[in-house]
């Protein structure tokens, strides 16, 4: 049963971990164009000539 | 030509970067987006740009000392685009501070709600096995380190919004909602130091969760609403010829003049400010102001309003107002007695929150006292009563009308429909009369050539070449209607006659009949077109005359077609004459027509139609209309309408079809009709929900199971409002 006291903290900070990426995420600006993010997967970025 | 200057839009930063934000007409896909970064992208100087497709906007920065800012709007105008520009609004300001901060709750409580759900899942599965009680003890103590703060941070916006009603003796909501979440906190914590078998952690931290996405979702409407009304602005792009400290006029934005600034305004313009008259005498058309046609004579120390039309003077004006505009004193008056009326609407989720409050609240003491009475001890009593609270907790309720809305508005979006409040899909579904006005209503805003038949295709480029040649309004817009061909430079004008250029034989004139010698074709073209302003052309032996008037906006057979079919009556009340008014009415087929109507009289005759019982849609674009469009049960206006009739209006349309009207109200009437389903869900579900936990049979799993199955099932119903036939039209 002692293995719960390891396992319990190391799922929360992987949550914890996923919540601060989410707050980094929202800093940096990525939520503010949900459209174009999608299209800009796709692009062709290659370099030009 | 005097310069453009932009300047004011330019924010500085350090290292002589400049950056500008524009909102671009006519991004429409991914491919657009990458023609546009790239593009300015290879330019020397722009450092980057990027595109928000979300918004259609483009942010771009450059070398300050390599480009000046309108270099930029012709690069983006050389690439294909028309950009705006226009000042964004600052990240701390209020609605996007309040959005950030939500979804930062959001995120927390989603963080929190897994983490509790992960220890929950271990004790409902150890209950039913043989777990050991000092383990569930120790996942309950968890639970609640992980639940209390959380609760203390992402409950805030409840919480506070509960109080506030209390502190006014009101119920809202949030007060059912803060009650059932202290409760079951409390509860909860108690249960645990008692070493008990359920807590609620889990509970309470998934309603929060959900709570705040139909929270979050409600402000994202409202602060996309903003950003659209933005652009809108930035989009009619309005300028004004501004006469500097050192004695130039410059072309400025509307954004840039203050009031104490003075404006040029040539004959053929529109007035883009409000002022008095400094130097100069004209005549102006007041149609978009008053509603009517006929021209008004002007001089030195009078008041001109924005959105009049110079005919034939220049005019130097003493700005009193720009951008937001002053008002007729008379349009004042009307407008706060209009805005009163809309604010007795009551929104469909405030209804369903006066309802639902005192039921919940009645069953849990009603609970309560049962069990207690039935001989329960009263800790036991108080926990089934608290899970009844729990149960009910309106979640679904929460996300019913949210969801809708946003889907709803971003389906009118991509037919180029701006929803300008959240309830007015609402209203506008249960719009039973359509009142139209004429001018720059039905009808297109500027003139256009009524009789094509008598311009034969060769000599456009001709007629057109001679008609921009003169300043004179009804020559600019035939210019205008034969697609702004460039000046020919050797054209003599006589005042008041028309234009002429060449000689001899091959001599052209513009002008009036007599000027022409054209009045055999005249009378024949007058008799077709009583209402229209006629203007011949003559060359050498061939004469023509062409009837310029007000045409119908496309589609607009269509569109009053589409809304009598809908159900609605249709009616047209106009400012204008009624000899102007009558051949419109005629062509449309519509008979309740009133014509010749002061602004009040359109605000008395719509109140009147309200009063017996009518639920009007206002469609209209004119100042004279925005008591009437603001006083209307919901109001739809053109993107070409003025500043006041388009902030009255709680629905803009871009375009010249008439169509977005009758799609706005078949979207409107689907998001209803789907509200309403959710809100009969919500009533259902806890028709089922209720006495289970009324008999205290809800254990924390049964409420985990209800709360979210119910939320899943109204959010996934609200996605029905983007509309199979509506998408396919718009992709198309």
Excluded at chain 2, 206 to 231: S, V
Excluded at chain 2, 506 to 533: M, N
């Amino acid at each position: 049963m002692n293995i719960i006291v390891i396992l319990f903290p190391l799922a929360l900070g992987l949550g914890l971990m996923g919540l601060g990426a989410f707050f980094w995420c929202m800093r940096s600006g990525q939520f503010a164009d949900l459209e174009g993010a999608a299209w800009r997967v796709l692009q062709d970025d290659d370099k030009r000539d | 030509m005097a310069a453009q200057d932009l300047s004011v839009f330019v924010r500085h930063r350090d290292g002589g970067v400049a950056s500008m934000e524009l909102a671009v007409d006519g991004i429409r896909c991914a491919g657009c987006m990458q023609a546009i970064e790239s593009g300015l992208g290879r330019e020397p100087g722009i450092l980057g740009a990027r595109v928000n497709l979300a918004l259609k906007r483009v942010s771009v920065e450059w070398r300050e000392a390599l480009l000046r800012p309108e270099a930029v709007v012709d690069k983006l105008a050389a690439l294909g685009f028309k950009a705006y520009p226009f000042v964004p609004e600052r990240q701390e300001d209020g609605a996007a501070a309040e959005e950030r901060s939500l979804l930062r709750r959001l995120g927390v409580a989603g963080f929190a709600s897994m983490n509790i759900m992960l220890l929950s899942v271990a004790v409902w599965s150890g209950n039913s096995a043989d777990i050991d009680p000092t383990t569930r003890d120790f996942f309950h103590w968890l639970s609640a380190l992980i639940a209390l703060p959380t609760a203390a941070y992402a409950g805030r916006p409840f919480f506070e919004s509960a109080l506030r009603a209390l502190k006014v003796g009101a119920v809202n909501m949030d007060v059912p909602i803060t009650i059932g979440v202290v409760l079951a906190l409390a509860m909860s914590v108690a249960e645990t130091w008692n070493h008990g078998r359920h807590a609620y952690f889990d509970g309470v931290v998934m309603l929060l969760f959900f709570l705040l996405i139909g929270r979050y979702l409600d402000q994202l409407m409202r602060r996309r609403t903003r950003d659209l009304a933005g652009n809108l602005a930035a989009l009619k792009a309005e300028t004004a010829t501004r006469l500097d400290a050192d004695g130039n006029w410059t072309v400025t934005p509307i954004a840039a003049i203050a009031p104490g600034d003075r404006v040029l305004v040539r004959p053929g313009e529109r007035v883009s400010v409000d002022g008095i008259v400094e130097t100069g005498r004209s005549e102006l058309d007041q149609s978009l102001v008053t509603g009517e046609t006929a021209p008004v004579a002007i001089g030195h120390g009078e008041r001109v309003h924005a959105g009049t039309l110079n005919l034939t003077g220049a005019l130097t004006v003493h700005v009193e107002a720009a951008g937001q505009g002053t008002l007729l004193d008379e349009i004042d008056r009307l407008m706060s007695q209009a805005v009163g009326s809309r604010s007795r609407y009551v929104r469909l989720s405030d209804r369903a929150a006066r309802l639902y409050a005192p039921v919940v609240h009645t069953l849990a003491a009603a609970t309560f006292l049962g069990w207690f009475a039935w001989g329960l001890a009263w800790p036991e009593a108080l926990m089934i009563a608290v899970t009844v609270l729990i149960i009910t907790c309106p979640c679904a309720l929460g996300l019913a009308i949210p969801a809708v809305q946003v889907v709803a508005a971003s389906a009118l979006f991509k037919r180029k429909i701006m929803l300008k409040e959240g309830d007015a899909l609402e209203r506008l579904a249960e719009a039973d009369i359509a009142v139209f006005d004429k001018t720059g209503t039905l009808t297109l805003p500027e003139p256009d050539i009524l009789n094509p038949e008598a311009l034969p295709p060769e000599r456009r480029a001709a007629i057109g070449a001679l008609a921009a040649a003169s300043n004179h309004p009804l020559a600019q817009a035939l210019a205008r209607a034969l697609g702004g061909a460039p000046a020919r430079t050797d054209v003599q004008e006589e005042r008041g006659q028309g234009l002429s250029a060449g000689a001899g034989d091959d001599e052209q004139r513009l002008g009036s009949i007599v000027f022409c010698g054209a009045e055999a074709e005249a009378a024949s073209v007058k008799a077709l077109h009583p209402g229209a302003s006629l203007i011949a052309y003559r060359h050498g032996g061939y004469r023509t005359v062409l009837a310029l008037g007000q045409s119908l906006r496309p589609e607009a057979r269509e569109t009053i077609a589409a809304l009598r079919a809908a159900g609605l009556e249709i009616a047209i009340l106009s400012g204008d004459r009624s000899e102007a008014v009558a051949p419109i009415a005629a062509e449309l087929g519509v008979t309740h027509v009133r014509a010749g109507l002061l602004p009040g009289d359109k605000l008395n005759l719509l109140d009147s139609m309200a009063a017996n019982g009518r639920k009007v849609l206002m469609v209209g674009d004119g100042l004279n209309d925005a008591p009437a469009l603001a006083g209307a049960h919901v109001s739809i206006s053109p993107v070409s309408a003025t500043h006041l009739a388009q902030a009255a209006a709680d629905v803009v349309f871009l375009g010249d079809s008439l169509a977005p009207v009758a799609a706005a109200l078949e979207i409107a009437r689907k998001a209803r009709g789907l509200m309403l389903q959710n809100l009969w869900f919500a009533v259902l579900y806890n028709a089922v929900a209720v006495p289970i936990a009324i008999a205290g049979l809800a254990t924390p799993l049964v409420a985990a199971i209800a709360m979210s199955g119910s939320s899943l099932v109204v959010t996934l119903n609200a996605l029905r409002a983007r509309g199979r036939r509506a998408q396919s039209e718009a992709e198309a």
